[in-house]
């Protein structure tokens, strides 16, 4: 780690705006760190994309947040993590966390019975890496992926507390009830926008696991090992943040304003597709 | 038109999948026509993002089609056609059509109360392209948009009939029904695979307009007026359809088998992002 600037801003990096409520969680649980936060909402979403798309993509954003010399790059999206993680962290040289990990290592620790769920989009569905990581920390659990294909539409539609949202989380869920899970992995970063929902449907005795919450602990378990927590003083409204953007910046900030309540004083556009070797 | 060759096959290009059943057309009203179709699945879709954005990808894909030495360009996106058609056309030196004219022009000529609606994506309804081309051909017409975001989400999910996409229908079609209007165009590719359900909500006294329908006519119409119509024999099952995609070809050989029956013969894939000046 020799050569990182502890001051140096962590990147964080999404198909679009999902991946706010991680850098939110980030922002609450380390108020001292600078966040250089790109979403790619001009080719959002990456749920339905193959592993080579989403790998292409996710290394055009790496490089791009190295210009922006960010100490570690947080993969907030789900999907990316699944699916691009593994290589992209072999060709740069910094340390870099996704949010299947976390969320799996909680899953693979707070079960009781051994049954998890995991609601995810069909690419992270498919690649099967939160039952991978799963079973790496506890061999003895079954783990039922469901993939939710309409829960973001939903979400960005605003009805997060809507008949037809329960109607349609009914039909997705019915079959993680039906095994009797005791956990469930909220495994896309727009989920936990309808956790009560969720978590009304699936009743008290099934654990919600926000990977959000857990990869924002784990990352600050990584920088204090690596002693790359930031020391400096911030002032707080300066450049703290920094947004960047595929398609238009003021669409977003909107959006970005409702999740994130403040502290989103800009956001620029970039053409991510010139990020190329 | 000098120096085109009335055997060189027309370009069709889309955002993704939908745009088929704008090929769809072409092919039944004009089986003896070569089609390269590209559909921008690595990117999909378009109906959420800028008028910036939806240019490039455009622009990108027009100069892809223009190395398969096509004789006209269609562009099978309503979002394409409303945002970026007309600057394209500018560019490159070839005829273009889109979907929006066509379904307009049927739109303001079966109109008989002078109310139309127009359902389509948040894109192609804040780029007012339907009621400004209505207008200028009926302008006594009054022209209600009305974006259903949701749509192409649930006829991905294949939810044709069911319940929750009736109850969707009937929130955002309510307020069409309320100002009486006489005729709906289907402003998205997606939007005809629900046509019965539209149909039912909105009942006998609607005529629903097909844009991709009343493309591939106005296309034919502009093939036989440049004298630009395929006069050689065909050998079905050779080369006559290919189809290019940005993202995985075997999923969307798969996917688009189900709307064309016939002639998905090979997809290939291609990087978009290099198609550059």
Same mark, same amino acid.
């Given at each position: 780690m020799d050569g990182i600037r502890k001051n140096a801003p962590i990147g964080v990096f999404d198909s679009g705006v999902g991946g706010l409520t991680v850098a939110r969680e980030i922002m609450r649980q380390l108020p001292n760190e600078r966040i250089v936060y790109f979403g790619d909402t001009a080719r959002v979403p990456y749920g339905n994309k193959s592993k080579d798309t989403v790998t292409r993509y996710s290394r055009q954003i790496a490089r791009f947040l190295l210009t922006k010399e960010v100490k570690t790059i947080v993969v907030?999206?789900?999907? $990316? %993590?699944?699916? $691009?993680? =593994? /290589? @992209? #962290?072999?060709e740069i040289h910094l340390p870099m966390i996704g949010v299947v990990k976390p969320g799996a290592k909680v899953a693979a620790e707070v079960t009781k019975n051994?049954? &998890?769920?995991? @609601?995810?989009?069909?690419?992270t569905i498919d690649s099967n890496s939160y039952s991978d990581y799963i079973k790496q920390k506890n061999p003895q659990a079954t783990v039922l992926g469901k993939a939710c294909p309409l829960f973001?539409? *939903?979400? /960005? #539609? +605003? *009805?997060? /507390? =809507?008949?037809?949202t329960d109607e349609i989380a009914m039909r997705y869920l019915s079959e993680? &009830?039906?095994?009797? @899970? =005791?956990? *469930? @992995?909220? +495994?896309?970063t727009h989920y936990p926008l309808i956790r009560k929902t969720i978590g009304r449907i699936m009743g008290d005795g099934v654990t919600l696991v926000n990977p959000a919450y857990e990869t924002a602990r784990a990352l600050k378990r990584q920088l204090e090992e690596r002693n790359l927590l930031n020391e400096e003083k911030i002032d707080l409204g300066t450049n703290q943040?920094?947004?960047?953007? %595929?398609?238009?910046? =003021?669409?977003?900030?909107n959006f970005a304003n409702s999740i994130i309540r403040y502290g989103i004083l800009s956001a620029k556009t970039i053409n991510i597709e010139e990020q190329n070797e």
């Open positions: 907030a999206c789900n999907t $990316a %993590s699944a699916y $691009a993680l =593994d /290589e @992209i #962290e072999k051994g049954k &998890i769920g995991v @609601i995810a989009t069909q690419a973001v539409p *939903l979400v /960005e #539609e +605003g *009805l997060l /507390e =809507d008949p037809v993680l &009830i039906d095994v009797g @899970i =005791d956990t *469930l @992995i909220l +495994g896309c943040y920094q947004f960047f953007v %595929s398609d238009d910046a =003021d669409k977003f900030k």
